[in-house]
């Protein structure tokens, strides 16, 4: 009996946008339901990052179920280490944000839809904390109760959007080692059956 061969590939880290002050701009390569994707936090007006803010279509995770997806790729993949530590080292989480509570810590925003009467901004949020705080949490639903023209994270808040774009970084191919591999086993396995009476 041949033993089954098993081949597993590491999924590459993302690769984080760090500025010369030392702040978390975003990531590069972010695995989400299987498709790489880039983010960015920013702040800012949502009509003016997302395309109007008015459609579920100008977000590039437009469901529930896809945006606490992306929520959670952000903690497993890029908030980890000194960022996961420490939150005011995200771009737009600065402690200098009048209003700042410590204890809440900074919540990324990954905007999804809005309500009908576009007066609530949907969104599922990674509620990073630093350490001391407590644990890091999720929030998911309507996160800015606000009409949506007006739905801004500047500066007096502690939340930052995730601005989600398809990623420009190639799927990682397999090495030419795991080729080999498979290769061998299917020469090996071939060999065998030929050799039975």
Not at 75 to 84: C, K
Request: proline share 4%.
């Amino acid at each position: 009996m041949i033993a089954p061969l098993c081949v597993t590939t590491a999924l590459a880290s993302p690769i984080l946008k760090i500025d010369s002050n030392g702040q978390l701009l975003g990531a590069t390569g972010v695995v989400v339901l299987g498709g790489y994707y880039d983010v960015d936090f920013v702040d800012g007006w949502c009509t003016g990052l997302f395309n109007g803010c008015d459609e579920p279509s100008d977000f590039q995770f437009n469901t529930s179920d896809s945006a606490v997806a992306a929520s959670h790729a952000l903690a497993d993949q890029v908030f980890q280490g000194i960022f996961d530590d420490e939150h005011t080292l995200t771009n737009g989480c600065d402690a200098s944000d009048q209003g700042y509570d410590y204890d809440v810590g900074c919540f990324i925003m990954t905007p999804y839809g809005n309500s009908e009467s576009g007066y609530s901004l949907y969104s599922s949020a990674f509620q990073n904390r630093s350490s001391t705080y407590g644990p890091d949490g999720f929030v998911r639903g309507i996160i800015y109760d606000d009409s949506t023209n007006s739905a801004s994270l500047s500066d007096g808040y502690y939340a930052v959007f995730a601005m989600w774009s398809k990623s420009s970084v190639n799927v990682p191919e397999p090495t030419s080692a795991i080729l080999l591999l498979l290769g061998l086993a299917g020469l090996f396995a071939s060999r065998r059956k030929q050799r039975k009476p």
